[in-house]
């Protein structure tokens, strides 16, 4: 795949296919989180959105890998349990689920998934359910978190890394204030980053 073809292209799965062979296991995770994120409003509050946070805690390494495993058995318990179907949401029962439903049960799985899924994750049923659901939006996120060129990142002058600006960034990431983004921008320019690519 040609750089050109990188930054322009909307075919996610070969963008996936392409930085597959040297994505590590947190880029893979928390594109599997932002994806989830992005049908967000169809996981009502409890167990899947729970999973998704669970997902991004353990990318950044806040989460032990024991916790992140217990969800996929959280994930897959009610067709263990006796009695009346078990339900997803307090709504409808598996058997009565909607595609939104099992798109969003994915989504949540996909979050917690032992590395050797996330390897594969362009064959999972997930990356199929959210191909309808997510549309465009699973290329701009490959691109977010591989960069616009995967093979040479952006490269980082320490110097950047001002108090101001490291403490900007630390509550934008760990806040979700993205909407502050523009403002560690102006930091980073402060501080002397002139590289498009980094702003």
């Given at each position: 795949m040609?750089?050109?073809?990188?930054?322009?292209?909307?075919?996610?799965?070969?963008?996936?296919?392409?930085?597959?062979?040297?994505?590590?296991?947190?880029?893979?995770?928390?594109?599997?989180?932002?994806v989830a994120r992005t049908i967000w409003d169809q996981m009502p509050p409890g167990l899947l959105r729970e999973a998704v946070v669970a997902g991004e805690l353990h990318a950044d390494g806040q989460l032990p890998d024991d916790d992140r495993q217990a969800f996929i058995h959280r994930l897959y318990a009610p067709w263990g349990t006796d009695g009346p179907p078990a339900t997803w949401f307090g709504g409808p029962p598996w058997a009565e689920a909607t595609r939104d439903d099992w798109a969003a049960f994915?989504?949540?799985?996909?979050?917690v998934a032992p590395w050797q899924s996330l390897s594969r994750l362009t064959f999972s049923p997930a990356w199929v359910m959210w191909a309808g659901r997510t549309g465009r939006w699973r290329a701009v996120l490959i691109r977010d978190?591989?960069?616009p060129?995967?093979?040479?990142?952006?490269?980082?002058?320490?110097?950047?890394?001002?108090?101001?600006?490291?403490?900007?960034?630390g509550h934008v990431y760990g806040d979700r204030s993205f909407d502050r983004l523009p403002d560690l921008a102006a930091a980073l320019a402060n501080a002397g980053c002139t590289d498009t690519v980094v702003l």
């Open positions: 040609t750089d050109g073809e990188w930054m322009t292209s909307e075919d996610a799965t070969a963008l996936l296919r392409a930085v597959q062979p040297r994505a590590t296991e947190r880029k893979l995770r928390l594109l599997a989180c932002a994915f989504a949540a799985k996909e979050a978190i591989f960069g060129d995967p093979a040479a990142p952006p490269a980082f002058d320490p110097a950047w890394r001002t108090p101001d600006a490291v403490a900007l960034a």
